[in-house]
């Protein structure tokens, strides 16, 4: 497996644009206009800001259900999620499940490594095109 870098950093709030104005404030950082938006599948809006060759993703849940949503009612905001860039999503997570980690199956060049498995970490192995 050849992790290439830290594709972005998912972090859960309670109001988005409120997230954004503080981030954009107090360090600078801008919007990615081509990204983000309301995601109904996940009952999520998101948006991105580049930092470096990086992103921080803010996402607030949209209603009572899923996986930022029981995220927040269980811990508020904060970080939500760790996301790796590697270079071949099918070989990291075989990879993965040979040393014993408990990995969800990929979908569109995506796959969720268990926080059992990251010491608490929820992560997200993402392959770019």
Known sequence: MKAKRIDHIGIVV?????????????????VDAARG????AL?????FMPVGESDLEFIQ???EDGPV???????GEGTFMLSIEVDDI???????RGLGAR????????????????HGVNLQL???Q
């Open 90 to 96: 099918d070989a990291a997570v075989e990879h993965l």
């Open 61 to 63: 849940p949209l209603g």
């Open 37 to 40: 938006g309301s995601v109904a």
């Open 69 to 75: 949503a029981q995220f927040a009612k269980e811990r």
């Open 43 to 47: 009952g999520i809006k998101n948006a």
């Open 14 to 30: 309670k109001d988005l644009d409120t997230a954004l104005g503080t981030y954009a404030r107090n360090f600078g950082f801008t």
């Open 103 to 118: 990995v969800g199956a990929p979908s569109n060049g995506v796959a969720f490594v268990s926080a059992k498995s990251a």
């Open 126 to 128: 993402i392959q770019r």
